[in-house]
């Protein structure tokens, strides 16, 4: 199982968000290629190495281009998202973002959700802050995102409404639920932006989280305070306890009499891009002694709404069952090794501590024999005795 650790001690806003993602691994040159999937003009991100108080991490500024006075409805964010070319699970997401937002901005003002302005919210940068969250945490392909006590600031900000204490009323509500504390620095150190993306993403807030970390990260912020380092730390890692192995999933089937099998295919490439975790194929006898197949899906519960969008519309099915379970995972990890055919990607996987298998990536082996021509089970098999080799078989 894969943890996302927010550690919120000074804060969180979109922008050290971005920052701390792309200091955990994510491309920039990926993020940027995904985000202009949005079509949407006037932007650009800056992406530079930067520190606070000694320690350094990644700085990212989004810039508009050009002078926009748009002031958007939930209606016009939902066009911009739902006509870009992003696959469906970060669509989802992102819009779940928004709507974290649009549900607390009507409550605060006490108006119907189709009548609320995006004010800062609705810029270009905070667009491609809250699309570029969810475009990095689909790829990170994490299981939980754990999220600590969120520093919210202290002291007024101004916005549209004017001067208005910190945390915003918006803020504010977003933030309900979650653990905050507040006043442990002068200023406004956690957005709606930044409070929506943990409120949207956040899976469980204990304190005594026992986490084996494999990699820190740090999102600098755009402020120097000579008190507290204006920084977002992520954390990326593994439950430390054998406990924690599991966790629940959901499993989406459905049995189909009536379908073109060839569209199988092309719907399960689909649903895998869009967040599957398993599509498979079941022969079953349905009645009247008709053959069907049942097609199943399993998947995390953020992504089945838009996984079930895709087999609606692309399978004849008019029903889907949804199965809540708990899964239960090995540990798994990635190790780069040399091999004749260059570096090699292993897979290990690992019950309570202890390694049980490690094989070679099959991508990696068929991307071999493409580029080689040999044959891809020679290409494996020859791979396996590598790892024999250097004692790092199952």
């Keep these: 199982m894969k943890i996302l650790s927010y550690d919120c001690f000074s804060g969180?806003?979109?922008?050290?968000?971005?920052?701390?993602?792309?200091?955990?691994?994510?491309?920039?040159?990926?993020?940027?290629?995904?985000?202009?999937?949005?079509?949407?003009?006037?932007?650009?991100?800056?992406?530079?190495?930067?520190?606070?108080?000694g320690i350094k991490g990644t700085k990212v500024t989004v810039r508009q281009?050009?002078?926009?006075?748009?002031?958007?409805?939930?209606?016009?964010?939902?066009?911009?998202?739902?006509?870009?070319?992003?696959?469906?699970?970060?669509?989802?997401?992102?819009?779940?973002?928004?709507?974290?937002?649009?549900?607390?901005e009507a409550a605060v003002h006490g108006i119907p959700l189709?009548?609320?302005?995006?004010?800062?919210?609705?810029?270009?940068?905070?667009?491609?802050?809250?699309?570029?969250?969810?475009?990095?945490?689909?790829?990170?392909?994490?299981?939980?995102?754990?999220?600590?006590?969120?520093?919210?600031?202290?002291?007024?900000?101004?916005?549209?409404?004017?001067?208005?204490?910190?945390?915003?009323?918006?803020?504010?509500?977003?933030?309900?639920?979650?653990?905050?504390k507040k006043g442990g620095v002068g200023f406004e150190a956690t957005t709606p932006t930044g409070a929506a993306i943990l409120a949207t993403l956040a899976t469980d807030f204990n304190q005594d989280l026992h986490l084996k970390i494999e990699k820190t990260a740090y999102g600098v912020g755009q402020k120097d305070n000579p008190d507290v380092p204006n920084l977002l730390r992520v954390f990326l890692g593994e439950p430390a306890g054998i406990a924690e192995t599991g966790h629940d999933a959901l499993k989406l089937e459905c049995n189909i009499d009536d379908m073109n099998p060839e569209f199988f295919d092309y719907i399960s490439e689909k649903l895998f891009k869009s967040g599957a975790s398993d599509v498979f194929l079941s022969n079953i006898i349905m009645k009247k002694g008709r053959p069907a197949i049942?097609?199943?899906?399993?998947?995390?519960?953020?992504?089945?709404d838009s996984l079930k969008e895709i087999i609606f519309t692309e399978s004849t099915t008019i029903g889907i069952r949804t199965l809540p379970f708990k899964?239960?995972?090995?540990?798994?990890?990635?190790?780069?090794?040399?091999?004749?055919?260059?570096?090699?990607?292993?897979?290990?996987?690992?019950?309570?501590?202890?390694?049980?298998?490690?094989?070679?990536?099959?991508?990696?082996?068929?991307?071999?024999?493409?580029?080689?021509?040999?044959?891809?089970?020679?290409?494996?098999?020859?791979?396996?005795?590598?790892?024999?080799?250097?004692?790092?078989?199952?």
Excluded at 42 to 47: P, Q, R, T, V
């Design 12 to 53: 969180i806003s979109g922008d050290m968000n971005l920052g701390a993602m792309i200091d955990l691994g994510i491309s920039k040159t990926f993020l940027v290629d995904e985000l202009k999937k949005l079509n949407l003009p006037g932007w650009e991100l800056e992406a530079i190495a930067d520190q606070r108080h």
């Design 114 to 180: 189709d009548h609320v302005h995006f004010h800062e919210v609705g810029a270009v940068d905070s667009i491609i802050d809250i699309v570029g969250a969810a475009i990095c945490f689909i790829a990170l392909k994490v299981d939980r995102v754990h999220v600590s006590a969120v520093e919210l600031g202290g002291g007024f900000v101004n916005c549209d409404h004017g001067k208005l204490p910190v945390p915003a009323p918006a803020t504010a509500e977003i933030i309900r639920g979650l653990p905050a």
């Design 327 to 394: 899964k239960d995972t090995l540990t798994r990890k990635f190790e780069t090794i040399p091999s004749p055919f260059g570096n090699v990607t292993l897979k290990k996987s690992f019950y309570k501590g202890k390694e049980v298998s490690c094989k070679p990536e099959y991508d990696e082996c068929k991307r071999i024999a493409s580029e080689t021509g040999i044959p891809v089970k020679e290409v494996y098999n020859d791979l396996l005795q590598v790892l024999a080799s250097n004692k790092l078989s199952p």
């Design 65 to 104: 281009t050009r002078q926009e006075h748009a002031h958007r409805h939930l209606e016009d964010i939902e066009k911009i998202i739902g006509n870009s070319t992003l696959d469906n699970a970060t669509k989802d997401l992102a819009l779940k973002i928004f709507m974290k937002i649009a549900v607390a």
């Design 294 to 304: 049942e097609l199943n899906v399993i998947c995390e519960k953020e992504f089945a």
